[in-house]
């Protein structure tokens, strides 16, 4: 499963590249509004630091304006994947540029029958947003197993199920037995994923244990 992070905050993409498990980067605008920066700045940043997609969101809601901001978007560097909204003008656009090759990610999907157009127009990713489904009283996992049933049906539907809106570590391990592509993931809710009191308490008492030999490897 690939490993993405939501977020434009660059100190923290730096962070958790460093640890070599990140596999590209999610933005949006209300993040990018949250990191008081420049769009372009920051993309570039982040690109230079994540080899892998990095999602730039258009905001126009025509086809055509989509289709200028992604070519805009697209200079910016070869791992731009241009992120357009799960409406017919964004379809129309991800059928433009993955044609022509341009990776790109549908998002804000919350249903089966979304999912099912994104990938006839050609998507490289799905976001279906699991965390808002659920806040609404709806199963947000239950919409990642369907599309990836739904998915793995057709062998000519190429698109990555990208779960997004992930609100904690148990969203991604439902999804990664699910076999979700992708999961995006806010910083924190990635940095959870490592912690048990098992390892903490296994740990502290080996190191005691070792202070007591009076011993050093280096
Ligand atoms: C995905 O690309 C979105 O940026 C994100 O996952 C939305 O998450 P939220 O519901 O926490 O805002």
Known sequence: MKFFVDTADIKEIRDLAATGMLDGVTTNPSLVAKSGRDFFEVLKEICAVVTGPVSAEVTATDAAGMIKEGEKLTKIA?????????????LKACKHFTSNGTMVNVTLCFSAAQALLAAKAGATFISPFVGRLDDIGQDGMQLISDICTMYSQYDYFKTEVLVASIRNPVHIIDAALMGAHV?????????????????DKGLEVFLADWQKTGQKIA
Request: with cysteine; net charge positive.
């Open 78 to 90: 070869k791992n731009i994947c241009i992120k357009v909204p799960l409406t017919w003008d964004g």
């Open 183 to 199: 999961a995006t993931i806010p910083p924190s809710v990635l940095r959870q994923l490592i912690n048990h009191p098992l390892t």
